[in-house]
């Protein structure tokens, strides 16, 4: 609850509130009204709130593709299985991450030392055990490379929920079509598809989770 530490006490619970409600509002969208469109700044805040997800080593490994355009979309609605969602929905997001062992570390790492937030010394440490972990591990560079993507896919889920958006998700795309359609690089895995814009009707509402004595170990 640190961010809410930072917030006047008077309106912790409304913020509180309003972040709830996005999450338990949230459902995985097929319909949406074709006619919304999001400005550059609309599709920019977006992402800069994904971009608040965690990542080992804050590596950062992501990249999201913003697919707005009618023959962009047309691709990779072909692309993605003919999901119509693709060509109706405002913006559908190709979440990328990248393979950790061809990041620049310590760049990612120097507007942290320049904040006074990290000591040099520990970006050091950091960048030498990122490539212990990853250094000739291709395993554990695509592993990492879908964990960070996954993150930032679902903060990017959230930041549309709270902003009064739908979204949907999905992992059904051939995703060899998006890397050449798309132009990806060899460092790049599409991970995943969010698809965002204003609902239409026939969505629903969010199914029934399992109870929590199911999911939930306290030790």
């Not at 977006?46 to 080992?56: F, H, I, K, Y």
């Not at 009618?70 to 692309?79: D, G, I, P, V």
């Not at 993507?149 to 958006?165: H, R």
């Amino acid at each position: 609850m640190t961010y809410f530490a930072k917030i006047p006490v008077a309106d912790t619970a409304l913020v509180e509130a309003q972040w709830k409600a996005a999450i338990e509002g949230r459902v995985s969208a097929n319909h949406f009204d074709p006619s919304h469109r999001l400005s550059d700044a609309d599709i920019g805040e977006l992402v800069r709130l994904a971009t608040s997800a965690p990542s080992a080593y804050n590596l950062q490994n992501w990249r999201f593709i913003a697919v707005r355009e009618a023959q962009a979309k047309a691709r990779l609605r072909q692309a993605a299985h003919g999901q119509a969602k693709v060509g109706d929905a405002a913006v559908t997001f190709i979440v990328c991450g990248m393979l950790a062992g061809r990041v620049d570390l310590a760049a990612r790492l120097r507007p942290a030392v320049e904040a006074g937030l990290m000591p040099e010394g520990v970006v050091d440490g950091w960048v030498a055990a990122a490539r212990h972990q990853f250094e000739d591990n291709a395993e554990a560079e695509r592993d990492e490379a879908i964990r960070s993507a996954s993150l930032a896919a679902a903060t990017l889920i959230l930041a549309a929920s709270a902003s009064g958006l739908a979204s949907g998700p999905m992992t059904g795309f051939d995703a060899e079509a998006v890397r050449a359609v798309f132009g990806l690089g060899p460092d790049e895995i599409p991970v995943m598809l969010v698809a965002v814009g204003r609902a239409a009707e026939g969505n629903g509402s969010q199914k029934p989770r399992r109870p929590l004595e199911d999911v939930m170990v306290l030790s």
